[in-house]
């Protein structure tokens, strides 16, 4: 999911609905869902990478997993320009994957993509997209190899930032005695490198939370995921450049994880839409929802 600033719109495409990868796309107006019929579309999948490029005024749309006849890591890129897709056939790109962090950095004006699980297990790796090709970058420090983290381009310090994930642990990607290591740690990243911060509060370590810039209030907010022994989060953090701080809401959705999160700038409020929770306690059969919230 990502705010279309271009037609004013959230667009939303794909995922899994409880049953099977889909290959819908869907739009936000601030008050309604509109189905959206394009004449081309990429195949079904779940955890694709999107973010809207500014410099190309479209939506992009990168990875994702999906089933054949084996399974398959996507490494296509799309885009969306409000009305169809188009599949792009950059010279180079990323390998195929699923649960990559993206997001438009508007300091170099190129969309940043980190990690994801592919073929070969966690990944590390930090692209760039100028709007015709991907590059991928070599930062003298980076975030250990990891999927599913949450990531949100900073306005106000200019930075990426990138908090919490899955990976493999010390012994590194795809290391099949390495138990997969949940992180909570919190990296920015300048256009060149990556940089741990090392904030005074912090949210608990979890994996596929919600994240998305709140321009209204200059922060990022983020909102659930879940933890090692698979128990679901339903709080909200926001993170002013420095230090994160837990909200207190009066009304707050339900704990939930791997759903989708954007910024709509024509309402001035984050939108959170689907993901599943659980009845029963923690690792039960996951519920999955078509809800959608509203912050600010």
């Not at 138990?179 to 990296?187: E, H, I, Q, R």
């Not at 420095?242 to 207190?248: I, S, V």
């Not at 519920?287 to 959608?292: G, M, P």
Request: charged content about 15%; proline content about 5%.
């Amino acid at each position: 999911m990502a705010y279309d600033a271009a037609t004013g719109t959230v667009v939303l495409f794909g995922g899994w609905d409880g049953t099977s990868r889909v290959s819908d796309t869907w739009t936000w107006n601030g008050a309604t869902w509109t189905k959206q019929a394009p004449a081309v579309h990429p195949f079904a999948r779940f955890g694709g990478a999107m973010a809207y490029d500014a410099a190309t005024g479209t939506v992009v749309l990168f990875g994702g997993y999906g089933y054949g006849k084996a399974d398959i890591f996507f490494g296509d890129t799309w885009t969306w320009n409000g009305t169809t897709w188009t599949e792009q056939h950059p010279a180079t790109s990323p390998p195929g994957r699923w649960g990559a962090a993206m997001a438009y950095d508007a300091a170099t004006g190129t969309v940043v993509l980190f990690g994801g699980n592919g073929q070969r297990g966690y990944l590390g790796d930090t692209w760039t997209w100028d709007g015709t090709t991907w590059t991928e970058q070599a930062p003298a420090t980076s975030p250990t190899a990891r999927a599913d983290g949450a990531m949100a381009y900073d306005a106000a310090t200019g930075t990426a930032v990138l908090f919490g994930g899955v990976g493999r642990g010390a012994a590194g990607v795809g290391h099949p005695a390495e138990p997969n290591v949940y992180d909570a740690g919190t990296w920015t990243w300048d256009g060149t490198t990556w940089t741990n911060q090392a904030p005074a509060t912090s949210p608990p370590t979890r994996t596929f939370a919600y994240m998305t810039y709140d321009a209204a209030t200059g922060t990022a907010v983020l909102f659930g995921g879940y933890d090692q022994a698979g128990c679901l989060f339903g709080d909200t953090w926001t993170w002013d450049g420095r230090t994160w701080t837990k909200q207190a809401p009066a009304t707050s959705p339900r704990a939930r994880a791997e759903g989708a999160m954007a910024y709509d700038a024509a309402t001035g409020t984050a939108v959170l839409f689907g993901g599943y929770d659980q009845t029963g306690g923690c690792a039960r059969r996951p519920q999955y929802l078509a809800q959608t919230w509203t912050w600010g």
